[in-house]
């Protein structure tokens, strides 16, 4: 059981380019979060899905795209990089019934250079 | 609008000394509240959670928190703290909604002095 995993762990983008993180859950959770996590700022919501094929924004979720489209996997797209998107991006998931006890990834440190 | 407020940014701990750290809420009703911790190059960790019922919770590794409503207060303690406790903490808001997501304070990081 590995719980939450994100792929990949650490990446430099320049800017203008695209990729895609990927988070994936085995504990089959119907809730799946996008954060972002910046020095003093704590964690912020970016996007978050309660279910397969929806999707909907959180905190700060421009110039970020998601999609759901297997219960397991929640992709985070980043269209055209900017050096504001440097951070750390956490995905977490949770049962519905208690979807505020949230289950944590790794993490992926992103440079935007 | 709902927010959580970690007063102290980093504390620093001698060894084997007891430890609070301060969180304080602002929401109408009350909320679900959760302690988080995260250490250097990991993710976070769910310490301990309160829904409702006994104000003082246990959580793991030894730490406990006391929800106080009068004072929208939800401190973690420990009674003795270890070197391995050297980490962030995070204090969080669940709104009780189903489909909204945990409201993060900014952290506090702790350091153990021997």
């Known amino acids: 059981n590995a719980g939450v995993t994100q792929t990949p762990k650490f990446r430099v983008l320049k800017t203008g380019q695209s990729m895609t993180l990927l988070c994936a859950q085995d504990m089959n959770h119907e809730y799946m979060y996008w954060y972002r996590q910046d020095p003093g700022m704590g964690l912020r919501l970016i996007h978050y899905s309660v279910g397969e094929g929806t999707t909907a924004k959180g905190e700060v979720p421009d110039g970020y795209n998601v999609s759901r489209l297997k219960k397991q996997n929640f992709l985070l797209g980043l269209e055209s990089a900017a050096p504001s998107q440097t951070s750390v991006y956490f995905c977490a998931s949770s049962t519905r019934d208690y979807h505020y006890e949230q289950y944590f990834g790794p993490g992926t440190r992103l440079t935007v250079t | 609008a709902q927010s959580v407020t970690q007063p102290d940014i980093h504390i620093t701990v001698s060894e084997g000394a007891s430890l609070e750290l301060r969180c304080n809420y602002s929401y109408g009703a009350t909320p679900y509240l959760f302690w988080y911790v995260q250490s250097p190059g990991q993710g976070l960790q769910l310490l301990l959670k309160?829904?409702?019922?006994?104000?003082l919770v246990q959580g793991i590794k030894g730490f406990e928190a006391e929800f106080k409503r009068s004072q929208s207060s939800f401190n973690l303690r420990k009674p003795s703290v270890h070197w391995s406790d050297a980490a962030e903490y995070f204090c969080?808001?669940?709104?009780?909604?189903?489909?909204?997501?945990?409201?993060f304070g900014k952290g506090t990081t702790l350091s153990v002095s021997s």
């Open positions: 309160y829904f409702s019922g006994d104000t």
């Open positions: 969080a808001v669940a709104p009780n909604q189903a489909g909204t997501a945990l409201i």
